[in-house]
């Protein structure tokens, strides 16, 4: 579903360039479990970014669902990054002035939509909000949230277009334990009823232990453990 071969990657630097991938390869299939560990600026953000088509590699190649991502252009990417993949940061990125059901359908703006089909979004939005303890908070504002509400408000926004894979980058990183061991169920729970592919990063072994793979990213590549 999701593959990369080869894919390298550096960043403009002075005096010389920085080199923060050298051919990774990897191959998620649907539903699979995947976590990414290593240490701070080993280069996850950037292996995820591009991974979900929000960053192009300088070399190697990227397939979504056989797309060939390198060869979209950038309006063609965004497209498929809408409808195959959901992102979830470490810090939510909800919009302040919306109220959470607003935020949840960011997403499916980006396409028209019938009234019969703005309907049953709805519905599949206050359903997600529902499996996630969130349906009284519907109309509130993410200021009015804690934490980890509002990253299980953020996890059903990435959701709400029903994509293939989930891009969970440190998603519990700004969570106090217990709280970060609970939206980790969740996304393992969502993994499972939704069939969608979770890949997170992290430096927690402890999270990184519950995906059925783990691989660690250190000197620029990928070491399955
Ligand atoms: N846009 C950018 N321009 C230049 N260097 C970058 C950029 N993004 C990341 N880097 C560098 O790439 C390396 C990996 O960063 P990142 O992918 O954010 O790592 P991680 O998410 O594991 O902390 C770091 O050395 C960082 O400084
Ligand atoms: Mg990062």
Do not use: W
């Amino acid at each position: 579903m999701l593959e990369l071969f080869e894919v390298s990657k550096s960043y403009p630097a002075q005096p010389k360039e920085v080199k923060v991938l050298s051919k990774i390869n990897l191959r998620i299939e649907p539903a699979q479990t995947v976590s990414i560990v290593g240490p701070s600026g080993s280069g996850k953000t950037t292996l995820l970014n591009m991974m979900g088509g929000l960053d192009r590699p300088t070399s190697g190649k990227i397939k979504l669902n056989q797309k060939n991502m390198a060869s979209l252009k950038n309006t063609e990417l965004a497209r498929l990054r809408n409808q195959h993949v959901g992102f979830v940061f470490q810090l939510h990125y909800l919009l302040a002035q919306c109220t959470v059901l607003e935020n949840v359908l960011l997403p499916t703006l980006a396409t028209t939509q019938t009234a019969t089909e703005q309907k049953q979004t709805r519905k599949r939005a206050m359903d997600l909000l529902e499996r996630t303890q969130m349906t009284q908070y519907a109309d509130s504002y993410p200021g009015q949230l804690s934490g980890g509400q509002r990253q299980r408000v953020a996890v059903v926004r990435a959701l709400v277009n029903r994509p293939d894979i989930l891009l969970a980058d440190e998603p519990t990183g700004s969570l106090d334990a217990d709280t970060a061991g609970q939206l980790t169920e969740l996304l393992l729970e969502l993994n499972q009823s939704e069939s969608v592919a979770l890949v997170i990063a992290t430096h927690s072994r402890r999270l990184a232990r519950k995906t059925q793979r783990q691989f660690n990213l250190d000197h620029q590549r990928l070491t399955e453990l």
